[in-house]
């Protein structure tokens, strides 16, 4: 059986205990373990591992797969497990998923560092081979976070698993075993950031009690280190010392980034302000984008800009025409300008797109009743009925 934390003090050796009278590097570190080792004792028979845990752990997995049941079956929309409207390279082959999932995990990392240029339209190319930058540079880091999961899980569970939380919660959304309709997404992180910021607040929160365990520390420069000393470089006394040597610089650092964080966010809010002023953004990063242009016309529509909305869901047109919305979107502006033949031949074409396309099904029909087109309107009418009874 393991003596008492009180029993061990007593066998500290003599230089030690000499260093601990002369107020030296190494008695005031450990006088600093031996009062973190009485202050963490009512913790001590913390566990990740708990029976409330599990409990919880099961209820939320049950959750989830209840609610997975469900999508597979009642609620089972068109392409549930595969958001492409057609198979492609990357539907057809998991390992270019997978090359293209690392190559995205350098880009989640900077824009947690480093949030600028941000954009809820980004998108990245197809990796298909991983003699790539990109996906060496995913694969390093998914190796340094198993590395400092196993090197932490005993010592900062809290490290470990925040990295852990990170990678499970943004595997749903790394196309993987789903392709989803992006490839990837700054609204993926949302979730994800958490355990990021999980390690960073353990590792910031740990600095600051090192200070306040030895207030008082001699610090020593670097080259004062032993050969034997600098050799252990990830020992407690040399990893102290640096800590210590930078503390002030470290916070000093640390205040003017939640400055600059905090400017980033006010600015980020006059993006958002409305839609206009967002996809107008969102343009100048994609501007040979069909999905921004139709979303700016919307945007344009609902403030009665209703030529500007035109000229958008003309461009995103020309650009793909394979959206059956930008063609609805055009056929209600023309309604409403009284142009009844444009507003059928889009209403038309936006079928043409998509059969299941229901939304443009009765104003068609309405449109054509009203022309005197009656049988034309009956047409469609037996077309959209299976789909209403369904």
């Known amino acids: 059986m393991r003596p008492p934390f009180q029993r061990i003090s007593r066998h500290i050796p003599a230089s030690v205990d ?16 031996t009062q973190r080792g009485k202050d963490s004792n009512k913790y001590s028979n913390f566990s990740l591992l708990s029976p409330w845990g599990i409990v919880l752990t099961l209820c939320l997995f049950s959750i989830t797969l209840f609610y997975t049941i469900l999508r597979l079956t009642i609620l089972n929309f068109q392409n549930t497990l595969n958001f492409f409207a057609s198979d492609n390279i990357f539907t057809q082959n998991i390992l270019f998923r997978i090359y293209t999932f690392l190559s995205t995990l350098p880009i989640y990392l900077k824009l947690i560092v480093f949030p600028i240029n941000l954009q809820p339209e980004r998108t990245i190319p197809i990796q298909t081979s991983f003699l790539n930058l990109s996906v060496f540079l995913g694969t390093f880091i998914v190796l340094l976070s198993a590395l400092l999961i196993w ?157 500007q909305a035109i000229n958008e869901y003309k461009k995103a047109i020309q650009l793909s025409d394979t959206y059956p919305q930008s063609h ?41 009743k009203k022309s005197g087109r009656i049988d034309e309107a009956n047409l469609y009418e037996e077309k959209v009925t299976p789909y209403i009874k369904n």
């Open 328 to 368: 609805h979107n055009l056929a209600r502006i023309y309604a409403q300008k009284g142009m009844i033949n444009e507003a059928i031949a889009e209403y038309k074409k936006a079928i043409t797109l998509d059969p299941n396309f229901l939304f443009s099904y009765t104003p068609l029909i309405d449109l054509l």
């Open 18 to 33: 000499r260093a601990k009278s002369e107020g030296t590097l190494a008695g005031r570190i450990t006088r600093g373990r």
């Open 151 to 307: 090197k932490t899980w005993k010592k900062s569970p809290l490290i470990a698993f925040g990295i852990l939380w990170f990678y499970i919660t943004i595997f749903p959304s790394s196309n993987i075993i789903i392709p989803i309709n992006a490839l990837i997404a700054e609204h993926w992180l949302y979730t994800p950031s958490i355990g990021i910021f999980l390690v960073i607040s353990v590792l910031i929160s740990a600095i600051y009690h090192q200070i306040n365990l030895n207030p008082n520390i001699e610090i020593r420069n670097p080259k004062q280190f032993s050969k034997f000393e600098f050799s252990k470089i990830w020992s407690f006394e040399f990893v102290s010392n640096f800590v210590l040597r930078a503390s002030n610089l470290f916070f000093i650092l640390l205040t003017c980034i939640l400055i600059l964080l905090s400017f980033r966010t006010i600015t980020q809010n006059s993006i958002w302000r409305d839609q206009i002023s967002l996809y107008e953004y969102i343009q100048t990063y994609n501007p040979d984008s069909a999905r921004v242009h139709n979303n700016l016309g919307m945007a344009y529509s609902n403030k009665g800009k209703n030529d």
